[in-house]
């Protein structure tokens, strides 16, 4: 026989009752999330509701209605992800399926590209490292660096201009 897990207590704390927990795990489960991460959506719209409360903004008029609306956007945030993972997972394939340089062939494209970075003026080098070795999204580095994203995106531009033509010129690539 199962047994189901014991309910935790629900104390005045919680934002959500019953009710709307089963709400928002309908609208989670239709929206097409798995059942093992039910809890966790669940959990995102009882954070999300205590955030609102920690901020000072009134609560909802029809909580069950706010809790099914943002459960709804969860559903299409947790596709939305997904989707980016495979989409990931396909670039990583293929990048796997591309012919390996040699060593030989690798060092001198490193080379280059070192010393392609080293002509660059600061502020263009900076933003190149930061995006492309860092990995950072451009908002991330406008913030880190206290400029506008526009900014960033225009000395990106600019940064791998110079060095793709840094890289055709020596026939590097």
Request: glycine letters at 6%.
């Amino acid at each position: 026989m199962l047994r189901r897990k014991p309910r935790r207590a629900q104390g005045a704390d919680d934002p959500l009752d019953a009710t709307q927990e089963r709400r928002v795990r309908a609208v989670l489960a239709l929206g097409g999330v798995p059942q093992a991460d039910l809890p966790d959506g669940v959990q995102q719209v009882r954070l999300r509701l205590l955030e609102r409360a920690a901020k000072g903004d009134e609560a909802p008029r029809d909580v069950s209605a706010w809790a099914a609306v943002v459960a709804s956007n969860l559903a299409m945030d947790w596709h939305r992800a997904k989707r980016r993972q495979e989409r990931l997972g396909e670039r990583l394939a293929s990048l796997r399926q591309w012919e390996q340089p040699s060593d030989e062939e690798s060092s001198v494209l490193s080379l280059a590209v070192a010393q392609g970075l080293d002509e660059l003026p600061d502020a263009q080098r900076q933003v190149l490292v930061l995006r492309f070795y860092a990995d950072l999204p451009v908002r991330d580095i406008a913030d880190e660096l206290g400029i506008p994203e526009g900014t960033v995106k225009s000395r990106l531009h600019t940064a791998v201009r110079a060095l793709r033509a840094r890289l055709h010129e020596n026939e590097v690539v």
